[in-house]
């Protein structure tokens, strides 16, 4: 009753003690495949076991890249087998009953791949499978480390707890004179002080688990090391190089837009304000082809009150006029008839009578004709601004038309370099697309402290439109020695060094600390940190940098 008394006040009182967290255990990390690796200075061989059967992955030691003409011949243990092209995965296979079989295998690699021959070596070696306690012992067992788990005042009460049911049931079971039984409580003290003696005390803490793990998933080791399989490097195209010490002309990044060549481009506009009226066809749409000189609509002419008043009043005067020298010109020529006035005079009087006339005419024309509207260089529409009936005065633009394929780029430099030591510059959209430049000039006027350098547009892998933002990068003429890397090479580490990832083993990437100076628009030069010779990551470093 004692006994029972005590466990169950121990167990109502269950709980994390002080220093302790009973979190649930994380789960056991499933066990890798057998493999065998081998490697020389030209590829890189991994192979894991699948049952009977080996999956090979061969690729090649400088980029990483798989290698899938080769013909590979693979000794196992003296037996000889021809491994199969696996077209979907790029891997070979060979099938092999003795990969079951437990122990230490070797393994030969003869590969040929096109005229380059090589021979590998390495060891496979296939654990014994595991046994696991089962049975009353395997539950003696989670009890007791449950039990010891959930006692409080650590170590030492769980031991005292230990102490007393045993010792309890031991005079039980002597009270009853069963002497050969009191072995079994022995055993159980036996089995909790031990499981004790396994436990972390009161206030400390003994560590993580230091071993590597061995699973066919990506892991960081704790030196900082990243296992990751040859199936995830495959999935990730992972790819290297070989790094070198080269010596390059430093370049400058300038903030930069793309704008019209003033002389393939310009502006449709009215001299007079009116209303617009699209040409046949309605109005033209964005991107539109059009040579100088197709009409782009016409406008009709409006006045204001004040200028139609004007206009009445001109009218009037010039009727009143015209009438006066038509009765005139009938009189002169009655009097020419009896000789009375000189022809010339009558003559006078006629010229005068149709100045009016036309005049007249010429001030009602301007009343209601309407002004074309024309382009004025070859080129597409880039902007529409107008739409039939619109009111437009002289300070619209109502289209805006340029030549795609002469286009112009304009950068703003403040301090970086001397606009007079720019020769070369290429520009870039922050993607793999690449611009070829000109130098054509720079401005000699200062606005808002930044100087104008002006580049005409060589070749373009990608259609660009007018204002679209770029980085120019020029040559400064100050060379600098490195290794050279992509920037895609780069990784930023937890705790915020920039790193590059060397590979180490065919499976095992380990992370650099690297000081490292923008290059170009797609490179950088690591000053330090790297040796020559290294393998470094050049595609989706990013990526392993994301493994925990």
């Known amino acids: 009753m004692l006994t029972a008394a005590l466990v169950a006040g121990c167990f109502q009182s269950v709980g994390a003690h002080e220093g302790r967290d009973h979190a649930a255990a994380p789960a056991a990390a499933a066990p890798g495949s057998p493999r065998v690796v081998a490697g020389s200075e030209r590829y890189e061989f991994v192979g894991i076991v699948e049952g009977e059967v080996l999956v090979i992955y061969l690729d090649r030691a400088d980029d990483n890249s798989p290698v899938t003409t080769a013909t590979i011949e693979i000794s196992l243990d003296g037996q000889a087998y021809t491994a199969e092209l696996q077209e979907k995965s790029g891997t070979y296979e060979i099938t092999a009953p003795p990969l079951r079989a437990s122990g230490d295998h070797e393994v ?37 480390e449950d039990f010891l788990s959930a006692a409080p005042g650590g170590r030492i009460a769980a031991v005292g707890v230990a102490l007393i049911i045993v010792g309890g049931a031991a005079i039980g079971i002597a009270s ?120 782009m609509g016409r406008v009709a002419p409006s006045f204001a009150s004040i200028d139609s008043s004007d206009m009445a009043q001109t009218l009037g005067t010039l009727d009143q006029e015209i009438s006066l020298n038509r009765r005139k010109l009938t009189r002169q020529e009655q009097l020419l008839a009896t000789n009375a006035v000189a022809r010339a005079t009558v003559e006078d009087v006629r010229i005068q009578l149709e100045g009016l006339e036309q005049r007249r005419r010429e001030l009602l024309a301007a009343k209601v004709r309407p002004e074309e509207l024309r382009a004025p260089v070859d080129g597409v529409i880039a902007a529409t601004r107008v739409v039939a009936g619109q009111v437009v005065s002289p300070s619209d633009q109502l289209f805006q038309i340029i030549d795609p394929a002469s286009l112009l780029v304009e950068a703003l430099v403040f301090d970086q370099i001397d606009p007079d030591a720019v020769d070369e510059a290429t520009a870039s959209l922050g993607s793999d697309a690449t611009i070829r430049l000109k130098f054509l000039g720079r401005s000699r006027a200062l606005q808002q402290q930044y100087s104008i350098l002006q580049f005409q547009i060589i070749a373009s892998t990608v259609a660009l439109n007018v204002g679209t933002p770029l980085t120019v990068i020029a040559s400064a003429g100050e060379r600098v020695s490195g290794i050279v890397l992509p ?6 580490a937890p705790n915020g060094q920039t790193v590059v990832f060397a590979h180490k083993e065919p499976e095992v990437f380990v992370p650099r600390a ?35």
């Open 108 to 144: 030969l690699v003869n590969l040929k791949d096109g005229a380059v021959s090589d021979l590998l070596a390495g060891t496979l070696m296939v654990p014994p499978p595991a046994e696991e306690p089962s049975g009353r012992l395997h539950t003696l067992l989670h009890v007791a």
């Open 176 to 295: 009853l004179r069963r002497r050969r039984l009191v072995a079994v409580p022995v055993a159980i003290l036996v089995l909790l002080l031990g499981a004790a003696g396994t436990g972390a005390h009161e206030g400390h803490d003994h560590g993580p688990d230091l071993r590597a793990s061995s699973g066919n998933s990506p892991a960081r080791r704790p030196d900082g090391s990243i296992f990751v399989p040859k199936p995830t490097q495959r999935l990730l195209e992972i790819r290297t190089r070989v790094t070198a010490t080269e010596t390059r002309v430093k370049m400058v990044r300038f903030n930069a837009r793309v704008v019209a060549n003033p002389n393939r481009s310009g502006v449709v506009q009215s001299t007079l304000q009116g209303r617009y009226e699209a040409p046949e066809g309605g109005v033209p749409p964005l991107g539109t082809k059009v040579k100088a000189g197709d009409p």
């Open 487 to 492: 920037r895609a090479a780069l990784a930023q």
């Open 514 to 548: 690297v000081r490292a100076e923008p290059l170009d628009h797609d490179s950088v030069v690591v000053t330090a940190g790297l040796d020559a010779g290294e393998r470094i990551v050049v595609r989706n470093a990013p990526l392993l940098n994301q493994v925990r």
